[in-house]
């Protein structure tokens, strides 16, 4: 098979464009046909009008069988057109008819003049078919660029309103020549509603300050970049944007317009703000904490210092006993207030890890409230305040822990003693406010607080108006478990002042419960003194020592022991009834000890306790597991273990 045109296929096939159908495309066996069959029908039908013309115009029907076969079949079929009809009518139209030879001039002329006439014709016809496929090849082209254009018109537009960035065309008119969904709703407008519309109509508001920009990247081609805008918006309110517009250049380098783009930030400058805001956080928490370790070792060294002076004063009085008896006091008050600073700090702890339970019961708020008071009565004395409590007629009851309730109570009473200064008042109020509440109000003439820092007073660490008058201030974590404490009863505490110099109220609210019914009166147990064999375990000597001794002095036989394995062996040799066990213990702990010691013959009858430095509810949650009867923390609360011990003592065979 061979092509028509093949120098034209070959010039366009790498394009994609093939040439036309038809004249353009044939065998020899087809062109030969064409040509039989149009000198064919042009010698029948000169044939058929031989009889009227005779030997006239014998190539007349020939001429068209040539126009036809060329505008057919091409160049080669009107050339065998040409050259077929040539042969016909000189042989059966032409005198001598049915010979080739020529005996008149003018018949030799209308041969040559058929030859010439025939091959202008063919050279006619194929210039047309030329001329006809360049064409179709030109449209086609056309078409395959149209094609082109649309499908990276639509490319384009698929990359447009598939990014999450804003994007737009704008003319030199700055007009919206093509726009992306995502702009579109940034705008608050469709994207029809861009098309052919100015800035002007778009974003009036913000027109006049993007046109200058616009302008400037027309006229120098310098693109902008890296702008941020913010706007507010209905209903999203304040947005924050990162615009850049670059020039959009034609196919001659010309600036004809700029393509903006634009990407919303307002995600990102909220995280950074709140980063801004945690750093911030951080580096007050980091400042509080600082202040915090200044004023711990500020109110450990208070309490300690009367300590070290009175031990120096033991030791060069002699016998006075008066003197040692003053000393005792001193040591015992200091004591009690590290005892507190150590225990405030562990309730802040469980407090803050939500390890703070309660012990919930019906407790009349009166008695708690004058015990706070009490609690209160020596410090006001030595500071000449006078405390007032104003107490409704009967009795109002809550359900809570008595214990951590005197605690708020003991706090807010406390703070408005050394806030106050000497001679100040301090006015305790109960009064029930209805609706199954009652209101506790602890108000003082003391420094009072600045309205700014009314809102963090509660807040761990604050120390609110410290100064070096009021450096007794506390560690700043008094009020927090005020605060959560009122919390976890579901009542509320609020505080109040006029101002610096003019006082402070404190408020808190508690729901009521009605009366619980008496309970029948229980006969008192019999409480024996009956000194106990006591073995004291702890690493620290000085510690099991003066522990020993004490309990001597109560009557009870003791031994020490400095870790776990010697624990054991003095068990085994001294048959203790009590044993005191320190937690952190050297080769054996405490919790291994008393294990051991419940596996034991006899182990399940010994009175086990856990003496130890950690007092969390986890805590003395592996000491119940272990086997302990008991757990105290340190420093021992005396009494508390005393009566232990004569229970025990009691009730021991």
């Given at each position: 098979m061979e092509h028509r045109w093949p120098e034209t296929e070959s010039a366009y096939a790498p394009m994609g464009v093939r040439p036309p159908a038809g004249p353009v495309s044939g065998t020899r066996v087809q062109d030969a046909l064409i040509s039989v069959v149009a000198v064919g029908l042009a010698w029948a039908v000169r044939a058929f009008?031989?009889?009227?013309?005779?030997?006239?115009?014998?190539?007349?029907?020939?001429?068209?069988?040539?126009?036809?076969?060329?505008?057919?079949?091409?160049?080669?079929?009107?050339?065998?057109a040409t050259a077929l009809g040539f042969a016909i009518s000189w042989y059966w139209f032409i005198p001598p008819r049915g010979t080739f030879r020529l005996t008149e001039p003018q018949a030799l002329y209308g041969l040559v003049l058929y030859a010439a006439v025939s091959l202008a014709i063919v050279a006619f016809g194929e210039g047309m078919r030329r001329a006809q496929q360049r064409v179709h090849v030109q449209q086609q082209l056309l078409r395959q660029r149209e094609a082109e254009s649309?499908?990276?018109?639509?490319?384009?537009?698929?990359?447009?309103?598939?990014?999450?960035?804003?994007?737009?065309?704008?003319d030199r008119n700055l007009r919206y020549v093509r726009i992306n969904s995502r702009l579109a709703e940034i705008n608050g407008r469709s994207v029809a509603d861009h098309l052919g519309k100015t800035i002007f109509e778009v974003i009036p508001e913000?027109?006049?300050?993007?046109?200058?920009?616009?302008?400037?990247?027309?006229?120098?081609?310098?693109?902008?970049?890296g702008l941020e805008a913010s706007v507010v918006t209905e209903p999203a309110g304040l947005r924050h944007f990162w615009v850049s517009w670059f020039p959009l250049r034609g196919s001659t380098g010309e600036i004809v317009g700029?393509?903006?783009?634009?990407m919303e930030i307002t995600d990102r400058k909220r995280d950074e703000d709140r980063i801004r805001e945690l750093v911030q956080e951080l580096t007050i928490a980091d400042r509080r904490k600082d202040e915090f370790l200044a004023v711990l070792a500020h109110e450990l060294r208070g309490p300690l210092a009367p300590i070290v002076n009175v031990l120096e004063l033991l030791a060069t009085s002699g016998?006075?006993?008066?003197?040692?008896?003053?000393?005792?006091?001193?040591?015992?008050?200091?004591?009690?207030?590290?005892?507190?600073?150590v225990d405030d700090l562990l309730d802040v702890s469980r407090i803050t890890r939500d390890k703070l339970t309660l012990r919930l019961e019906h407790v009349e708020l009166g008695s708690l409230v004058r015990q706070a008071v009490e609690n209160c009565r020596l410090a006001a004395e030595q500071a000449r305040h006078r405390i007032?409590?104003?107490?409704?007629?009967?009795?109002?009851?809550?359900?809570?822990?008595?214990?951590?309730?005197?605690?708020?109570?003991?706090?807010l009473i406390g703070n408005a003693c050394k806030y106050t200064p000497s001679g100040g008042g301090v006015a305790v109020r109960i009064a029930p406010e209805?609706?199954?509440?009652?209101?506790?109000?602890?108000r003082d003439t003391g420094i009072g607080i600045a309205a700014e820092d009314l809102d963090r007073v509660f807040e761990m660490f604050a120390q609110v108006g410290r100064s070096l008058e009021w450096s007794h201030g506390g560690l700043g974590i008094g009020l927090t478990l005020v605060k959560r404490l009122v919390e976890m009863h579901g009542g509320t505490v609020a505080v109040h002042s006029e101002g610096v110099g003019r006082g402070s109220e404190f408020t808190v609210r508690l729901p009521t419960v009605p009366a619980p019914v008496p309970a029948d009166p229980q006969p008192a147990g019999r409480v024996a003194t009956t000194g106990r064999r006591i073995l004291v375990v702890d690493d620290s000597p000085d510690t099991a020592a003066s522990l020993a001794l004490l309990l001597r002095h109560a009557g009870h036989e003791t031994k020490t022991a400095g870790d776990g394995e010697e624990a054991l062996a003095l068990v085994s040799s001294f048959h203790p009834d009590v044993v005191l066990l320190d937690i952190g213990l050297p080769k054996l702990n405490g919790y291994e000890v008393c294990r051991r010691l419940r596996?034991?013959?006899?182990?399940?009858?010994?009175?086990?306790?856990?003496?130890?430095?950690?007092?969390?509810?986890?805590?003395?949650?592996?000491?119940?597991?272990?086997?302990?009867?008991?757990?105290?923390?340190?420093?021992?609360?005396?009494?508390?273990?005393?009566e232990l011990l004569a229970r025990a003592t009691a009730t021991a065979p």
């Open positions: 009008v031989d009889p009227y013309i005779g030997d006239l115009y014998p190539f007349a029907t020939f001429f068209l069988a040539v126009v036809a076969a060329a505008l057919v079949g091409g160049l080669r079929t009107g050339l065998l649309r499908a990276a018109a639509d490319e384009l537009q698929s990359i447009y309103d598939a990014s999450p960035v804003g994007m737009a065309l704008i913000a027109a006049a300050t993007v046109e200058p920009l616009l302008r400037g990247i027309l006229e120098t081609g310098e693109p902008v970049t700029v393509n903006a783009l634009i016998g006075d006993e008066a003197l040692r008896e003053e000393a005792r006091e001193i040591i015992r008050r200091q004591v009690d207030q590290l005892v507190r600073l007032t409590l104003d107490v409704p007629p009967g009795p109002v009851y809550v359900n809570g822990d008595p214990v951590r309730l005197t605690q708020v109570f003991t706090n209805g609706a199954g509440r009652v209101v506790v109000t602890v596996e034991r013959p006899g182990g399940a009858e010994l009175l086990i306790i856990a003496i130890s430095g950690w007092g969390q509810d986890e805590d003395r949650r592996k000491s119940q597991e272990a086997g302990f009867d008991a757990h105290f923390v340190k420093p021992v609360d005396h009494a508390a273990l005393g």
